[in-house]
C-alpha cells in the first residue's frame, strides 16, 4: 500500500467558545479556509488539536464535522494513539466512514523498548484496513523511535508513512535512504519542512499552516518541484512566525494568528493557557505583516 498523504497536510487546531465548549462554526470556517488555500490533506485531533483534552464523543464530533464539511474534497487523517495498546486497538475498529488513513502516536509516558513499539503497533495494523502514519515525537512522548523500528515496521502492508518530529535530520535522511518504494515520510516539524523535502521527505503535517495554509503549501510545492528559490522565499518569510508560534507552546500561538484573521477565539482548555500579551503583540505584528492586512 503506498502513502497517498503528501504535500501541505494540516493538524487541524481544535477552536473552543469563551465557556471552552467546542466552537464548530469555527471549525467550519477553518476547514474551508484550508480547502480554499491549497492545503492537500486535514489531521484531525492530532496534539495540535488539543485532543488530551477532549472526551472520546467529542473526538468523534469534531471528525464528523470535519468530515461533513470536507464533502470529500481533501484526504482525512484522524490522530489515535496513545500508550495502552489494545485500548487503541478497540478504537481503530470504530473508526467512521469517511476517513482515509490514521496517525498514531509512538506510545508515550510508559516508554517501551524498540521491540515493544514494534508490537504495539504491529498489533495495532491488524485492527484496521486503514493506511497508519506512524507519528515519532520524542519530545513529547519521551522515546524516540529508531530509524531501524520505522524500517522494520514500513514492512506492514498498511503501514504507509511516518511523521517525523525528532528534529534529527541525520535519524531522518536514513530513514529516507533505506524507506521502501511506497513509504512516505512527513516532516513533524514546520521550520525543517523546507530542508527534509529537498533531502527526500514527501510532505509535512504543519501547524503553521493552520493559519498560512497558501503562503505554507507554496512553500511545500516549490520544494516538492524543487523549484528552491521559490521555496526559500515563503520559507524564511514564515520562519519567523514559526518560532513565535512556539515559544510559548502549541496551539496558543496559533490561535492568535487564527483570531486575529477572525476566524476562532485564542480559547484553550487546562492545562493550557493562552500566550502572554507581549508574544500575543508580536503574533499579532507578523501576522499583519505575512498577510499584509
Do not use: W
Not at 23 to 45: C, H, M, P, S, W
Not at 68 to 92: A, P, R, S, W
Not at 139 to 152: E, H, Q, V, W, Y
Not at 196 to 201: C, D, E, V
Request: net charge negative; proline share 5%; hydrophobic share 40%.
Amino acid at each position: 500500500m503506498n502513502s497517498f498523504f503528501t504535500g501541505s497536510g494540516v493538524a487541524l487546531v481544535t477552536p473552543f467558545n469563551t465557556d471552552f465548549t467546542i466552537d464548530f462554526e469555527a471549525l467550519k470556517k477553518l476547514v474551508r479556509y484550508q480547502i480554499e488555500n491549497g492545503t492537500d490533506f486535514l489531521v484531525v485531533q492530532g496534539t495540535t488539536g488539543e485532543s488530551p483534552t477532549l472526551s472520546q464523543d467529542e473526538k468523534l464530533e469534531v471528525l464528523r464535522t470535519v468530515i461533513e464539511e470536507n464533502q470529500g474534497k481533501l484526504k482525512i487523517v484522524y490522530g489515535v494513539g496513545g500508550n495502552n495498546t489494545m485500548d487503541i486497538g478497540e478504537k481503530f475498529k470504530k473508526i467512521p466512514a469517511g476517513v482515509d488513513g490514521i496517525l498514531s502516536v509512538s506510545p508515550y509516558y510508559n516508554k517501551p523498548t524498540q521491540q515493544g513499539i514494534i508490537q504495539h503497533f504491529t498489533y495495532l495494523s491488524s485492527c484496521t484496513d486503514l493506511p497508519i502514519i506512524l507519528y515519532n515525537v520524542p519530545g513529547r512522548t519521551g522515546s524516540n523511535m529508531a530509524p531501524s523500528t520505522t524500517l522494520k515496521l514500513a514492512e506492514l502492508p498498511n503501514v504507509v508513512a511516518v511523521k517525523e518530529a525528532s528534529g534529527n535530520m541525520e535519524q531522518i535522511m536514513e530513514i529516507i535512504r533505506l524507506r521502501p518504494a511506497g513509504f512516505g515520510v512527513l516532516s513533524g516539524d514546520d521550520a525543517l519542512t523546507m530542508p527534509l523535502i529537498a533531502a527526500g521527505a514527501d510532505g509535512v503535517i504543519s501547524v503553521v499552516a493552520n493559519a498560512f495554509p497558501k503562503l505554507f503549501g507554496e512553500m511545500v510545492h516549490a520544494s516538492m518541484k524543487e523549484s528552491l528559490p521559490e521555496a526559500r522565499k515563503a520559507h524564511y518569510e514564515l520562519m519567523h512566525v514559526t518560532k513565535l508560534f512556539f515559544e510559548e507552546g502549541n496551539p496558543g500561538g496559533v490561535k492568535v494568528s487564527l483570531a486575529e484573521q477572525g476566524i476562532m477565539t485564542e480559547t484553550m482548555r487546562l492545562p493550557l493557557v493562552p500566550v502572554s500579551d507581549e508574544l500575543r503583540n508580536r503574533i499579532q505584528a507578523e501576522t499583519k505583516h505575512i498577510l499584509r492586512l
